[in-house]
């Protein structure tokens, strides 16, 4: 399997594309205006403490007050604040925590008015970025990731990443970590850990500990509301978080990050580094991998898959809605039953990939295509599983219902990716019509219906506008030969000068439309 990075840099923002064997599964867009990001750590005001929701508003400099729940305080608040008061007065210039004297953790099942004031200054981190009409959601339960490790401060607990299967891997993981591991800081051993020696990952805590030194010097100068961390640049962050041994490419357009992104990956993968290139050619970096066509042809209301096979995807206040439709898709599959069931396979893999593409959040509902036997339905659960295996998203999945429905729920931490795919009708009727960049492959899709379906016809003409005859047949290989290639049958292709620029139809040897 091969992954890709693809970065694209602009004056107002960087996109990142994931691709994995070539196809998109991933979009992240990072604009230059975003001040709060997930991860980002203030020194925050308290606004006001309200009893009736357990939970306070909190001034980050959003035109909107974060919000802070009891339960997102951490244990060890009094222990959190003592610290503050004493750096920010300059009474305490060691920032190890090693002979800091802890205080005892708030009561779990407490009122935020018993441990907290308003006016008080208090560390939060962006836990999720405002979406919306809604401010961030913050926590003052702090943690620093790393590439192997994250710590948290005011903690002496150690776990490991359940997704860590081996048990003599996680206790050996433990008790290496345990023996670097400073007091007065808890570490949370991540998936990327797996096999990695104590060197790396002693590294990777001393980096940590430097981050936690750096933030604490700032709180001494530090006016609230004040941002005194700043989460990696989201290239990088994506990097520490999904890069791995089977990365077979990084292309960066543009010098300044190209040299950033080298840096990191020697950092954290010095074997690696020669995988990291400058992209410098005049072709645009997204339209040279195929990226603009596939994202084109992924966002919207429709999705289309292979063999006429479609999704339609509808967003509501409350939740997301997936239907599920087989289209006029031919295949082989004796029965009903079957095509359901290959239909709905083939749909669990695209629904895993939009909804990392889309980065959808909160609880989505797939009404898949009915499928009656017990064991289809538990092929089907176990498929969707799989597929989200790779999503970094927390997620759960419920087993089908008896009604065919699929519900998941997928942590939400920033706005939802959403791209505009339509564009102005090009025959100047004012309307929005689906994008033209598309029209070739919906031409090549109903193409493939006619000539592998079951009444195939042995001579097809194309009637289509000239421009578009031109663009088919001209250049090698055209695109007229790479149907013959695939389909081993020659299209006529007539021009007819009546058509408009998206509109085409199929006809039989006798002139009738078959499409």
């Known amino acids: 399997m091969n992954r890709e990075l693809i970065v694209r840099s602009s004056s107002q923002s960087v996109d990142f594309a994931l691709l994995k064997d070539g196809k998109l599964t991933e979009l992240h867009k990072e604009e230059n205006s975003n001040d709060f990001s997930v991860g980002d750590i203030f020194l925050a005001k308290i606004r006001k403490p309200v009893t009736g929701l357990n939970a306070a508003f909190v001034n980050v400099g959003y035109e909107k007050d974060a919000f802070l729940h009891y339960?997102?305080?951490?244990?060890?608040?009094?222990?959190?604040?003592?610290?503050?008061?004493?750096?920010?007065?300059?009474?305490?210039?060691?920032?190890s925590l090693g002979n800091f004297p802890f205080e005892t953790d708030i009561d779990k099942n407490g009122v935020i008015t018993d441990v907290i004031k308003a006016n008080q200054s208090l560390l939060v981190q962006i836990v999720k970025e405002p979406i919306s009409t809604k401010g961030p959601r913050i926590s003052s339960e702090l943690s620093i990731a790393g590439r192997y490790l994250v710590m948290v401060p005011f903690s002496d607990r150690v776990s490991v990443s359940q997704k860590i299967g081996s048990k003599e891997e996680k206790d050996r993981l433990k008790r290496l970590v345990r023996?670097?591991?400073?007091?007065?800081?808890?570490?949370?051993?991540?998936?990327?850990?797996?096999?990695?020696?104590?060197?790396?990952?002693?590294?990777?805590?001393?980096?940590?500990?430097?981050?936690?030194?750096?933030?604490?010097?700032?709180?001494?100068?530090a006016q609230t509301p004040a941002k005194v961390f700043v989460e990696l640049n989201r290239a990088s962050s994506i990097l520490r978080d999904v890069f791995n041994d089977s990365f077979t490419g990084i292309h960066v357009d543009d010098a300044t990050l190209f040299?950033?992104?080298?840096?990191?990956?020697?950092?954290?993968?010095?074997?690696?580094?020669?995988?990291?290139?400058?992209?410098?050619?005049?072709?645009?970096?997204?339209?040279?991998?195929?990226?603009?066509?596939?994202?084109?042809?992924?966002?919207?209301?429709?999705?289309?898959?292979?063999?006429?096979?479609?999704?339609?995807?509808?967003?509501?206040?409350?939740?997301?809605?997936?239907?599920?439709?087989?289209?006029?898709?031919?295949?082989?599959?004796?029965?009903q039953e079957d095509t359901a069931l290959e239909v709905n396979l083939l749909s669990a893999s695209e629904i895993a990939r939009q909804l990392r593409l889309r980065d959808m959040g909160g609880i989505i509902v797939v009404d898949f295509i009915d499928m009656v036997k017990p064991q289809h339905r538990k092929k089907l659960f176990e498929h969707l599983r799989d597929e989200m295996k790779d999503d970094r998203a927390k997620h759960k999945i419920l087993p089908p219902s008896k009604f065919g429905l699929i519900q998941?729920?997928?942590?939400?931490?920033?706005?939802?990716?959403?791209?505009?795919?339509?564009?102005?009708?090009?025959?100047?009727?004012?309307?929005?019509?689906?994008a033209p960049i598309v029209l070739i492959d919906k031409i090549t899709a109903d193409l493939e219906k006619l000539l592998?379906?079951?009444?195939?016809?042995?001579?097809?003409?194309?009637?289509?506008?000239?421009?578009?005859a031109a663009y088919i047949t001209k250049g090698f290989p055209s695109m007229r030969t790479k149907w013959f290639?695939?389909?081993?049958?020659?299209?006529?292709i007539q021009p007819r000068d009546a058509y408009t620029y998206l509109e085409y139809r199929f006809k039989n040897k006798d002139g009738k439309t078959i499409y």
Not at 186 to 195: D, F, H, L, S, W
Not at 422 to 430: F, H, K, L, M, V
Not at 452 to 468: Q, V
């Open 71 to 95: 339960h997102d305080l951490g244990p060890q608040l009094s222990s959190m604040l003592k610290f503050i008061k004493q750096v920010s007065t300059g009474k305490l210039k060691d920032y």
């Open 179 to 221: 023996s670097i591991k400073p007091k007065g800081f808890g570490v949370i051993i991540r998936t990327v850990a797996e096999g990695q020696k104590v060197a790396e990952l002693d590294k990777d805590l001393e980096n940590l500990l430097n981050k936690w030194s750096a933030m604490c010097k700032k709180l001494q100068r």
């Open 259 to 335: 040299n950033e992104i080298k840096e990191y990956v020697a950092e954290i993968a010095p074997e690696k580094e020669s995988i990291v290139k400058h992209y410098n050619t005049n072709v645009p970096i997204f339209e040279k991998f195929g990226i603009e066509r596939q994202i084109k042809t992924s966002f919207g209301r429709t999705a289309a898959m292979s063999k006429g096979a479609y999704l339609i995807i509808e967003h509501t206040e409350a939740l997301h809605v997936i239907d599920v439709n087989s289209g006029n898709r031919s295949n082989k599959a004796k029965n």
């Open 408 to 434: 998941i729920t997928r942590q939400r931490v920033r706005p939802e990716m959403n791209i505009k795919t339509t564009e102005e009708d090009p025959n100047n009727s004012g309307k929005q019509v689906e």
């Open 452 to 468: 592998k379906g079951p009444k195939k016809d042995s001579s097809i003409t194309l009637n289509i506008h000239p421009f578009i």
């Open 485 to 492: 290639l695939e389909y081993k049958k020659w299209i006529k």
